[in-house]
């Protein structure tokens, strides 16, 4: 009979602990209920998990070696120690529970299964061949076998076989926990998780047509090689887990190649073992009891799972060694109206302990008497003799005592009224009486209900006024008997029911806005578009913002790789802003091809000043021939040169004549300056 009132699953009616031989497989689907784990293509791991127990059960039950479990069979949710306890009344000989693996860390893909820490209930070979199985059915890479210590600093007691918080145990607990409960009955448990649903690359692969059924043959086959490859060997009766203050252990006898139990029997009700530890203490002292008070950890374990039982606790009583020796340590003397104290102090240990010295308290005598009227007290007055504390005996005001001296009658539409006055003090009090209101015959009102107007027709019997009135509908006033909430892709609905006339009413909710949330973002490169994935954390709805490539941006500041020369060209380079890595390579000139103007402008100034020299040398030369000429001596050889020379003086002397004639007559001194020019060069012809 299962603690608690969990009902066990069977899935294999006809096999439920039939056979000493048949192997005890329990699936746990992982998440359940409000607890959906990661999601794919807006479905909750819940029910991914679910798929695949069946799928998997109903390999191993074709094999027909196996006993098969499911610790849920639908929507429902379990806490890890209520998974456990269905896996020990089955005789489980392992417990195994199926996830798909999620992160925020996108990259991270792969089949992964964890194990215990502790080796005596690690199943490594079966554990690498569903990996390995897993892995190659479906093509997913596999990240092997991973054992993970507790990172709360929870220790191993491998006497309780339970856990705590103490260094002294000297072995760190599970982290996970699944491997941790089995170990606490007994059995090996072990977690698969078959890829990441938050990797794209995995999440297609483990959706993709005929997955889950290529995994579910991938994982029974690893089981069943594990299982029904070696004839069992068993050996002697151990105990597998020990009695304690809730559960009661069991003796089996295990195989020595794959574990499996056999021969499976209680051990002894144990309802006194406790696992206690020190939860607070308090030291014994003069004339007072100490006490340290001490929790089950098993049970204490097990509320935080939310276990229905009680939690176990217990006080041990160190009785007080001695009575207390008390010495006064101050004392503030009373007054008439503020107490005093006496403190005093145990010579042997801390406890101490204060003595109110009451007030002597105030002295009192007779003030004086005042009488009371119609709206002021009155009463006997007590001073104190020796501070100014006083107090009355109060004595009630009398009230006034009215009588009538005037009224109006109300009407059916007006006020009325009645004025009194006192007879000790004048005082007057008017009084208002209200409208009398309309007196109508029956029939003449109806009153207005939720959708119904009403009226007010018919003639006042008092006053005969005509009335002939409407008063609107009330309208519903509603109350909510039931609710479907909308989500972000089912409209909802409310029926209502008016607490007046009972009438129900029913209304569409509408759909509840997306709430999306940053998923995944990939950012743009220089060639490739990026994008940001947005997530509805209401109903895992996906879409993604496109983000354009950046395109390569071309920095301002080169590089040189390679100097120019004087006549050989150099290299240089410019990178992409962008952090991309990409390079523009740039031609560095020569020395001649960046001068090349400056060059040829220089070389043609060369060029004229040679010229220039040349022409300067030509003329010297000429002007020194004619002077040589001028002074050579007569001669038969020279004569034809002279005679040249004098032809052409005489052509000069002819040009300069008629230059001379186009002269102003203005000017007779240049005139004869010239004809005197004129005959002397005649003269030196003719010499």
Known sequence: MLPWCFELIVTDTNAAFSGADKINIVLDPGHGGSNIGCSANGIGEKEYTLRLANLIRNELLANGSFNVYLTRSSDTYLEHYQRAEIANNCNADILVSLHFDGSENTSLSGVTVYNSVFDRYAMMTLSNSICQNISSAVGISSNGVKRKHDTEGYYWNFEKQWDCQDPSLGTLSDYYGIPTWGAKFGFPAIIVEHGFFSNASDRAKLLADGAMEAMARAEAQAIIDYYTNHTHVYGSSQLDYPSNCVYQGKYSQHCSYCGHRTNVVPADPAPDNHYWIEMESIEASCGVDGKIGQTCRITQTLKKKGWPGEEH??????????????QMINRVEPTHTVDGFEEWKCSTCSSSFKDILKAEGHSYEYAGYKEPNCTESGGHSYQCTKCASSYTETESALGHSYELISSLDPTCTEEGNTVEKCTVCSFENTTVIPPLGHDLPEGSVLEASCIEKGYVKGTCKRCNAVLDEETPALGHDLETVSESPATCSLEGSRVSVCTVCSTEVAETLPLLEHVYEESENVPPTCEKEGYVTYTCSLCAHTYSDKKEALGHKKGTEKAVDKEAGFFKAGSAHFSCLNGCGRKYTVKLPSFIEEHRLELIIAS????????????????????????????????????????????????????????????SEEQPEAESEDSTSKEDKEATATV
């Open 313 to 326: 606790e217990n006080v041990i009583i160190i009785p007080a060694p001695t009575q207390h020796s008390y």
């Open 604 to 663: 043609l100034a060369l060029i004229l000043l040679a010229a220039a020299a040349l022409l300067f040398i030509f003329f010297m030369k000429r002007k020194k021939s004619k002077a040589e000429i001028n002074e050579a001596p007569l001669g038969d050889d020279n004569e034809e040169k002279q005679d040249e020379a004098s032809e052409e003086d005489t052509a000069e002397e002819s040009s300069g004549n008629e230059d001379t004639k186009a002269v």
